[in-house]
């Protein structure tokens, strides 16, 4: 199976600022997704990674407030752009594996 | 609008009860289901059911996907204080894009 890391774990920012969210599987996977999970909610799908172009977006999200990359197969970044305290959030990385999904930790986001 | 609707939204048992949780969903293309435990960050991957009455087993966990009815139940036996979770249910589309239930809320009282 595979393993999903995510760094950082958590942080703590200003609003205004931005936080790149570091994802790495240590085998290839065949898709990668990131979601948000807000307090209270389920997951949410932000986009899925396309390695060497574009992201495909979800309703309601946007590149330009989570712009996202994917060089390779196996790690991808999201940027969380402009934070206001409502983008404070669990963001979780996930691989699409042959036969299941994994998800990486989370990264606790909290906008002040 | 593809949905997937979990039921009920939270639950409370003593140790040893038998819960059942369940999941129905409308969606463009089905191609699996997938339930998982989420206990605090990271959702852990329970199942994955593709094929209509065929049931999964994993210790005290069983879950099984009714097709005709667009459904899946979880059940959970002799329940210990350690299954208090939130249960995700979500249903894979094929372009492999995933829509998630609301999730159900479980606490096991000893």
């Known amino acids: 199976s595979a393993v999903i890391s995510q760094k950082p774990s958590r942080d703590i920012c200003q609003r205004g600022t931005s936080l790149t969210i570091q994802c790495q599987v240590d085998?290839?996977?065949?898709?990668m997704f990131w979601y948000r999970q807000q307090p209270g909610q389920s997951l949410t799908l932000i986009a899925t990674?396309?390695?060497?172009?574009?992201?495909?977006?979800e309703s309601g999200f946007v590149i330009d407030k989570f712009p996202i990359s994917r060089p390779n197969l196996t790690f991808s970044t999201l940027t969380v752009s402009n934070m206001s305290p409502e983008d404070s959030s669990i963001y979780l990385c996930?691989?699409?594996?042959?036969?299941?999904?994994?998800f990486g930790p989370g990264t606790r986001l909290t906008v002040l | 609008e593809d949905k997937v609707v979990q039921s009920p939204l939270s639950l409370v048992v003593h140790e040893g009860d038998t819960v059942t949780l369940n999941c129905s969903y409308e969606?463009?293309?089905?191609?699996?289901l997938l339930w998982y435990k989420q206990e605090k960050k990271a959702p852990t991957f329970l199942f994955m059911l593709?094929?209509?009455?065929i049931e999964k087993k994993s210790g005290r966990l069983s879950s099984i996907l009714d097709k005709k009815e667009l459904s899946s139940i979880l059940n959970i036996t002799a329940t210990q204080t350690g299954d208090s979770a939130i249960y995700l249910c979500?249903?894979?589309?094929?372009?492999?894009?995933?829509?998630f239930g609301a999730g159900t809320i479980l606490r096991v009282k000893s």
């Open positions: 593709t094929s209509s009455g």
């Open positions: 979500a249903v894979v589309e094929y372009g492999n894009k995933l829509v």
């Open positions: 996930s691989g699409l594996g042959t036969d299941t999904q994994y």
């Open positions: 990674a396309n390695q060497g172009s574009e992201a495909t977006y």
């Open positions: 085998s290839q996977v065949t898709m």
């Open positions: 969606v463009t293309n089905f191609r699996s």
